[in-house]
């Protein structure tokens, strides 16, 4: 999950929601149902994470206030609320995750890791490490959240290219990108046999 790239779209520019994972997580519950909701929380979890700490709360803090968003996410259905219509859905839950943390805030009373209920779990040691690695300390947390869910939508398109790319048997010319030790991000292409 540490792959970045230099593109040539415009920086802030994203590839359009998979509403139909979105649609098929609001759907009546079902396997199905519940391996989309998994996959749209998997999605947005890292991003949302870094947003959170970089409104200045600490690690524990951060994860306790992020797996709070997700519970009340799910068991309020707030997806069911997310319309293609009105945006994309990261702006629909970056705002929804303002409000909420607003709202905690207010209350000033944290409830710990899980409270109790069924969690999606999630690799907050490495989400930590990551955090804690990324170059961009000053950063506001918007721009951190757009960059980490960039970040997030091209390492999951390459986990999936891997995927693909596996499974064929024939030689294919294909596009990697590969982060730098200064952190930049380069593109090589080669054939897969």
């Known amino acids: 999950m540490g792959n970045q ?14 509403w139909s994972l979105v649609l098929a997580a609001r759907q009546k519950p079902s396997p199905a149902s519940a391996e ?11 991003p949302l994470y870094a947003y959170v700490r970089r409104c200045g709360n600490s690690p524990h803090d951060a994860q306790d206030l992020t797996q709070e ?3 009340l996410l799910l068991e309020k259905r707030w997806l069911d609320q997310a319309d293609r219509d009105k945006g994309r859905l990261r702006t629909f ?18 409830q710990k890791r899980g409270g109790g209920h069924d969690c999606i779990p999630m690799d907050t040691e ?3 490490s990551r955090y804690a690695a990324d170059p961009v300390a000053s950063s506001a947390a918007d721009e ?8 997030t939508l091209l390492e999951r398109a390459m986990a999936r ?20 030790k200064d952190g930049t991000w380069k593109a090589a292409g080669y054939f897969i046999k």
């Open 5 to 18: 790239t230099r593109s040539s779209a415009q920086p802030g520019a994203f590839p359009p929601t998979r």
């Open 36 to 46: 989309a909701l998994e996959a749209v929380c998997r999605a947005y979890w890292y």
């Open 69 to 71: 968003f997700f519970r």
């Open 93 to 110: 839950l970056i705002t929804a995750l303002k409000h909420f943390m607003a709202k905690e805030w207010r209350r000033q009373t944290a």
């Open 126 to 128: 490495f989400a930590e």
């Open 144 to 151: 951190v959240f757009d960059r980490q869910w960039a970040l």
């Open 161 to 180: 290219l891997e995927g693909e790319f596996a499974v064929k048997k024939t030689a294919v010319e294909t596009v990697t990108f590969m982060r730098e």
